[in-house]
Antibody, heavy 121, light 107 residues
Framework: EVQLVESGGGLVQPGRSLKLSCAASGFIFSDYYMAWVRQAPKKGLEWVASISFEGSDTYYGDSVKGRFTVSRENAKSTLYLQMNSLRSEDTATYYC??????????????WGQGVMVTVSS | DVQMTQSPYNLAASPGESVTINCKASKSISKYLAWYQQKPGKANKLLIYDGSTLQSGIPSRFSGSRSGTDFTLTIRRLEPEDFGLYYCQQHNEYPFTFGSGTKLEIK
């Protein structure tokens, strides 16, 4: 069974940093791209970032480019999201998702339960 | 960026009825559209990808279709567990974009 468990969320002041983690299990982690998708309170879904199989390629939404960094540690089956220079508009639930496989498209096949990040002074 | 226009915003139906949710892409995305279901306290669920391919484990009462840049999710014979939020997402190109969502409620 595929499981994605996010951690590291919480309350943080504007301008500060926070690092999210996602522990994956139930599949061969290195065989899939991984991604972060977020959802602001009472709003829709927004793709944040994606990372390739070995982490050599990363992709970001315009709203986080230059501030957020996605990375992965395949030996630990763990995905990360380093969030710097946080803004109030980054307040959201952040979902870890399993993304493209070797034979898959760029849809989000599995999702974690999400972790809340609140940016406020 | 590809804009995804999803409609309706709200939808009310009774168990046993059929409903359709629409999603229109601002430019060609070929067949690359996915549909997701969101329910409180549960992980988001992929229902359909590539416009009409049913994800493993999803009941056959869910179906997807495409006409050009217009996509439709149809749910036949609604079950109580089908009520919730539905989102479309284009998976043709970066940045991946979602529709604004449709809330399916019990009438």
């Amino acid at each position: 069974e595929v499981q994605l468990v996010e951690s590291g969320g919480g309350l943080v002041q504007p301008g500060r940093s926070l690092k999210l983690s996602c522990a994956a299990s139930g599949f061969i982690f290195s065989d899939y791209y991984m991604a972060w998708v977020r959802q602001a309170p009472k709003k829709g879904l927004e793709w944040v970032a994606s990372i390739s199989f070995e982490g050599s390629d990363t992709y970001y939404g315009d709203s986080v480019k230059g501030r957020f960094t996605v990375s992965r540690e395949n030996a630990k089956s763990t995905l990360y999201l380093q969030m710097n220079s946080l803004r109030s508009e980054d307040t959201a639930t952040y979902y870890c998702t399993r993304h493209k496989g070797y034979y898959d498209g760029y849809y989000f096949a599995y999702w974690g339960q999400g972790v809340m990040v609140t940016v406020s002074s | 960026d590809v804009q995804m226009t999803q409609s309706p915003y709200n939808l009310a139906a009774s168990p046993g009825e059929s409903v359709t949710i629409n999603c229109k892409a601002s430019k060609s995305i070929s067949k690359y559209l996915a549909w997701y279901q969101q329910k409180p306290g549960k992980a988001n669920k992929l229902l359909i990808y590539d416009g009409s391919t049913l994800q493993s484990g999803i009941p056959s009462r869910f179906s997807g279709s495409r006409s050009g840049t217009d996509f439709t999710l149809t749910i036949r014979r609604l079950e109580p567990e089908d009520f919730g939020l539905y989102y479309c997402q284009q998976h043709n190109e970066y940045p991946f974009t979602f529709g604004s969502g449709t809330k399916l409620e019990i009438k």
